[in-house]
């Protein structure tokens, strides 16, 4: 009898065991489990991820659930992938795949690469300059009420060598065009050079070939921008600063209103109503890919794709997640409206193609 008992006993447990196992969700179950040692992940990145990797809740979730605290240097996406030492460095953070083709023609190896967030390329200006470019016809408002850009209009204005105030119609000094970043270090400038080749080669993709007569365009067009930052974090934060004058339309990433306005929430009314977010057509999707150089990165590659953790970089940083089967909420975003769609994507030339586009504006 006593056996019998004891066996029903056991057997109970063993059953109890058995349901709480098939209720477990083995994933949140896996990413709760802190590794044992602290692991420092040494990178360089992009500066448009400089408040995300500042944020503490994000570092939080790095330390707290994965153990892992980051040394990390920003740099220009191109620079970082084609001449930086990157020696004793876990991971390059670059803001395009066309560095990893950079970074893979100059010989790394890289263990893996994981898309980990997306934002497409877009044009910040003031209102004015906004107006004034509707009103030229390179500009249109949309049903959805958001801003596109006719990029082959831009790029003809530009070749025309239109005048902002002759030619726009406002009251700007100097030639029109579109200020941006080194297109030699910085991703968001590369793109904008993509962009413009592509739209001066009448819509098509250029490659090597046709870059004997793009590149004098190209040439001319960035040498007259006179000084250019290296960062996009670095040219917004003068734009800002510096006003309309300086600098009346940049190059930038969706996500950089995005985060300004959430750290700023207090002068997020008058921001709305001086600056526009103006979405070029077509434009060009900048992938974020961590390119992992050792086991440590490849750890981090993990921790990043946190449910929570790719909540917060798209609520509070704006970076659309890169991860299938993933879907941005838009309703948590409460300080900023973004199109749920961008439907006007081009892909950037070759790497090839952008290598020699590269030499060739140095």
């Given at each position: 009898?006593?056996r019998?008992?004891?066996?029903?006993?056991?057997?109970?447990?063993?059953?109890?065991?058995?349901?709480?196992?098939?209720?477990?969700?083995?994933?949140?179950?896996?990413?709760?489990?802190?590794?044992?040692e602290?692991?420092?992940?040494?990178?360089?990145?992009?500066?448009?991820?400089?408040?995300?990797?500042?944020?503490?809740?994000?570092?939080?979730?790095?330390?707290?659930?994965?153990?892992?605290?980051?040394?990390?240097?920003r740099?220009?996406?191109v620079?970082?992938?084609?001449?930086?030492?990157?020696?004793?460095?876990?991971?390059?953070?670059?803001?395009?795949?066309?560095?990893?083709?950079?970074?893979?023609?100059?010989?790394?190896?890289?263990?893996?690469?994981?898309?980990?967030?997306?934002s497409?390329?877009?044009?910040?200006?003031?209102?004015?300059?906004?107006?004034?470019?509707?009103?030229?016809?390179?500009?249109?408002?949309?049903?959805?009420?958001?801003?596109?850009?006719?990029?082959?209009?831009?790029?003809?204005?530009?070749?025309?060598?239109?005048?902002?105030?002759?030619?726009?119609?406002?009251?700007?000094?100097?030639?029109?065009?579109?200020?941006?970043t080194?297109?030699?270090?910085?991703?968001?400038?590369?793109?904008?050079?993509?962009?413009?080749?592509?739209?001066?080669?009448?819509?098509?993709?250029?490659?090597?070939?046709?870059?004997?007569?793009?590149?004098?365009?190209?040439?001319?067009?960035?040498?007259?921008?006179?000084?250019?930052e290296?960062?996009?974090?670095?040219?917004?934060?003068?734009?800002?600063?510096?006003?309309?004058?300086?600098?009346?339309?940049?190059?930038?990433?969706?996500?950089?209103?995005?985060?300004?306005?959430?750290?700023?929430?207090?002068?997020a009314?008058?921001?709305?109503?001086?600056?526009?977010?103006?979405?070029?057509?077509?434009?060009?999707?900048?992938?974020?890919?961590?390119?992992?150089?050792?086991?440590?990165?490849?750890?981090?590659?993990?921790?990043?794709?946190?449910?929570?953790l790719?909540?917060?970089?798209?609520s509070?940083?704006?970076?659309?997640?890169?991860?299938a089967?993933?879907?941005?909420?838009?309703?948590?975003?409460?300080?900023?409206?973004?199109?749920e769609?961008?439907?006007?994507v081009?892909?950037?030339?070759?790497?090839?193609?952008?290598?020699?586009?590269?030499?060739?504006?140095?």
């Amino acid at each position: 009898m006593k056996r019998s008992l004891i066996g029903l006993v056991a057997l109970a447990v063993v059953a109890l065991i058995a349901v709480a196992v098939s209720t477990l969700d083995l994933g949140n179950l896996r990413r709760s489990v802190v590794p044992t040692e602290a692991q420092v992940v040494t990178l360089y990145y992009g500066g448009e991820k400089s408040a995300l990797l500042d944020d503490p809740a994000i570092t939080d979730i790095l330390r707290d659930r994965y153990n892992i605290t980051l040394d990390a240097i920003r740099a220009g996406s191109v620079e970082m992938a084609k001449t930086l030492d990157v020696t004793g460095k876990d991971c390059l953070w670059p803001s395009s795949t066309v560095a990893v083709d950079l970074a893979r023609a100059r010989g790394l190896r890289p263990l893996s690469v994981d898309t980990i967030f997306t934002s497409p390329i877009v044009f910040y200006a003031w209102n004015e300059v906004a107006d004034a470019m509707v009103s030229a016809g390179l500009v249109r408002r949309a049903d959805d009420g958001f801003l596109y850009a006719d990029v082959q209009a831009v790029a003809a204005k530009i070749q025309e060598g239109a005048k902002w105030r002759e030619d726009i119609g406002i009251n700007l000094y100097g030639s029109f065009g579109i200020f941006s970043t080194d297109p030699v270090k910085s991703n968001s400038g590369l793109i904008w050079a993509g962009l413009l080749a592509t739209a001066m080669n009448e819509g098509s993709l250029p490659v090597v070939a046709d870059l004997s007569v793009l590149l004098p365009q190209l040439q001319n067009t960035f040498a007259s921008m006179g000084y250019m930052e290296s960062s996009s974090g670095d040219i917004f934060e003068n734009f800002l600063k510096q006003g309309m004058g300086a600098r009346p339309i940049i190059v930038g990433y969706e996500n950089q209103m995005v985060e300004f306005i959430n750290a700023n929430a207090a002068s997020a009314p008058m921001i709305r109503d001086r600056i526009t977010m103006i979405y070029p057509e077509p434009t060009v999707f900048a992938s974020h890919p961590l390119i992992s150089l050792t086991p440590a990165c490849t750890k981090l590659a993990e921790a990043l794709q946190d449910p929570e953790l790719q909540g917060l970089a798209w609520s509070d940083h704006g970076f659309r997640t890169g991860l299938a089967g993933v879907v941005n909420d838009h309703e948590s975003m409460m300080n900023a409206t973004l199109p749920e769609t961008i439907n006007q994507v081009v892909p950037m030339p070759t790497a090839a193609t952008v290598e020699a586009m590269v030499a060739g504006l140095q």
